[in-house]
């Protein structure tokens, strides 16, 4: 079960960069339907299947460039999801045994829900709050199984308790770490939902100013926008594009300040080798994503820099979920009195 949960931790990954390829490819529309494509199980390319295909959904005509990096990504997708359902089965059936099956359960419960996100994403023409949702919730599934994982093959690490202390208050510091990751990869979601990663193509200035003018926050993140239009290269003006661009920066100069003390705090705080490991992970992807999406805007947005950048938020997302899973096994409570040994000796004449 630990190494199929583990396959599926990989596939999930390869999702989400398949997910992003689609969207940066402008074919997030190449098939009109779900879960065929123009009523096939294949894109449409002989002569015959492309006519048919052309009759039935006569507004949308056959591409055969676009239909196939979409129908790519649901096999993917409906592979991962076989997957999953096997692990939810197999869990529930070896339950007595010890195995987790409420984790792998949750998890095949999103999966469909993801599955209709995706359906979503199809049939309300890219409405931006379904895609963001959609690729927020591929995410969430990379994250989940990420633990299933953690707990299946993982051991925690066994920390020496004059370091407990001072790792059990740093604890709850990661998970606001974790929560400003989140936020952050939410803003990524709303900037490429929107097409306005091109909206600033400048550094480390923005349209020739550190803090444009030309900015419509209220425009920019607009939630109410109407189902209906096709939204496949945006509906927003530009200054709200650019209002959205200037967040999604924003956000990274404050997970990137905020983490930089963290993990050296850590760093000071633990001299265990497991722990410095994944510390050294966490920075390493925090690294190579800002220098993703430097050049992301310095490049004009290349297709394999966007879809690594896309991975790597997945990465350090990863990374930080995997140091959090380090450090779970330190409970507050002991470390509050091993830091304070006087009142225990109290506690327990008492």
Not at 150 to 178: C, H, M
Request: hydrophobic share 55%.
């Amino acid at each position: 079960m630990g190494r199929w949960a583990l396959v599926a931790t990989l596939l999930a990954v390869v999702v989400v960069m398949l997910g992003a390829w689609t969207r940066l490819v402008h074919a997030g529309l190449g098939c009109p339907d779900w879960p065929g494509c123009y009523g096939f199980l294949t894109v449409p390319q002989s002569e015959a299947t492309i006519a048919i295909a052309n009759a039935r959904f006569p507004e949308s005509p056959v591409d055969v460039a676009k239909g196939w990096p979409e129908m790519i990504h649901r096999y993917a997708a409906g592979t991962l999801g076989l997957i999953v359902f096997g692990l939810a089965g197999y869990g529930v059936r070896h339950r007595r045994r010890g195995l987790p099956w409420k984790l792998p359960l949750f998890i095949a419960g999103f999966i469909v829900l993801q599955a209709a996100f995706g359906m979503w994403t199809v049939t309300l023409k890219l409405w931006p709050q379904v895609v963001a949702l959609h690729l927020l919730g591929g995410f969430t599934t990379l994250s989940l199984l990420a633990l299933l994982t953690l707990r299946l093959r993982a051991r925690r690490t066994a920390l020496p308790e004059p370091e407990r202390p001072a790792l059990a208050r740093l604890r709850p510091w990661l998970f606001g770490a974790l929560a400003l990751v989140v936020i952050q990869i939410a803003l990524g979601a709303w900037t490429a939902a929107n097409y306005a990663a091109v909206a600033c193509t400048e550094l480390p200035t923005c349209q020739g100013q550190w803090w444009p003018d030309a900015m419509d926050f209220r425009h920019g993140f607009d939630v109410t926008q109407h189902v209906g239009p096709n939204y496949l290269g945006g509906q927003l003006n530009a200054d709200g594009r650019v209002a959205i661009h200037v967040s999604h920066r924003l956000g990274a100069m404050i997970v990137l300040g905020y983490l930089a003390v963290l993990l050296a705090a850590l760093w000071r705080a633990s001299r265990q080798p497991e722990v410095r490991r994944a510390t050294l992970l966490v920075a390493l992807a925090l690294g190579i994503q800002l220098c993703l999406g430097l050049a992301n805007v310095a490049f004009s947005i290349p297709l394999a820099i966007a879809v690594a950048h896309n991975a790597m938020g997945a990465g350090l997302l990863l990374t930080i979920i995997h140091l959090a899973w380090r450090l779970h096994g330190v409970p507050v409570r002991q470390a509050v009195s091993l830091s304070r040994p006087s009142t225990l000796n109290q506690e327990v004449t008492a």
